[in-house]
């Protein structure tokens, strides 16, 4: 069991809260259609990683982020052959990650709610990405209601985990981060003395993919609403 010290559970969002993974990568797919007559599938999607990886210190994270890769990728693997009329396509499958339905995860709303209603713990949502999306995401989602503190950054380092417990006015050790990702989630979490559960989604972004591990203080369950028993 995890201590009951605890005052703040810190949620992810992406894939924690509601599906957003497989979003992109439909629009993936969908890109390597419109660019099929320039290269196979698997040197798109190669040269598509490394554009975005090169971009990120400039772009960060998110769905315009993306769509500018997907752009610049597009020029690059058709060697600048690409058409006004395939960039507008590919822009048009970028646009739709902005307008995502945010449904909430089998379990997820429940939870929240029995959570909530306990008025033990502040409930506080904490994502990277672009502002707005991921504002328009939760709104969207409708389960704005049941946090207390939203807090959306660039990146989620340990420098934000820390911030954040100040904000709040807690210890680390009084914190418990819920997410899909053991290298953004979990271990910056865990680094700094707080306590993490994470919930594998069934597919996770290859820049976030990591060696499993265990830890003290690290708990690993299958769906959201097995929460409740943590």
């Known amino acids: 069991?995890?201590?009951?010290?605890?005052?703040?559970?810190?949620?992810?969002?992406?894939?924690?809260?509601?599906?957003?993974?497989?979003?992109?990568?439909?629009?993936?797919n969908s890109m390597c259609e419109v660019l099929s007559n320039y290269a196979d599938k698997q040197t798109i999607r190669t040269s598509l990683f490394a554009t975005e990886m090169k971009n990120m210190e400039d772009y960060g994270y998110g769905a315009v982020a993306f769509t500018m890769s997907l752009v610049e990728n597009a020029v690059k693997v058709s060697g600048g052959k690409v058409t006004?009329?395939?960039?507008?396509?590919?822009?048009?499958?970028?646009?739709t990650l902005l307008r995502?339905?945010?449904?909430?995860?089998?379990?997820?709303?429940?939870?929240?709610?029995?959570?909530?209603?306990?008025?033990?713990?502040?409930?506080?949502?904490?994502?990277?990405?672009?502002?707005?999306?991921?504002?328009?995401?939760?709104k969207r989602s409708?389960?704005?209601?049941?946090?207390?503190?939203?807090?959306?950054?660039?990146?989620?380092?340990?420098?934000?985990?820390?911030?954040?417990?100040?904000?709040?006015?807690?210890?680390?050790?009084?914190?418990?981060?819920v997410g899909n990702s053991l290298k953004s989630d979990?271990?910056?979490?865990l680094n700094?003395?707080?306590w993490a559960v994470h919930i594998p989604f069934e597919v996770t972004w290859q820049h976030e993919v990591i060696e499993t591990f265990t830890h003290e203080r690290l708990k690993t369950i299958t769906n959201f609403a097995k929460l409740l028993d943590v």
């Open 100 to 138: 995502l339905d945010a449904k909430p995860l089998d379990g997820v709303e429940e939870t929240l709610k029995k959570l909530k209603n306990t008025g033990k713990f502040r409930l506080v949502v904490f994502t990277k990405g672009e502002l707005l999306t991921q504002e328009n995401k939760l």
């Open 142 to 177: 409708g389960l704005l209601p049941y946090f207390d503190l939203v807090r959306i950054v660039s990146d989620k380092h340990e420098d934000e985990y820390r911030a954040l417990c100040k904000d709040l006015g807690i210890r680390p050790d009084e914190m418990l981060m």
């Open 1 to 28: 069991m995890i201590t009951d010290k605890i005052k703040a559970i810190v949620f992810d969002a992406d894939d924690t809260l509601w599906d957003n993974e497989t979003h992109f990568l439909e629009v993936e």
């Open 84 to 95: 006004g009329d395939e960039v507008l396509r590919i822009i048009e499958l970028g646009r």
């Open 192 to 194: 700094i003395g707080a």
């Open 186 to 189: 979990a271990m910056p979490a």
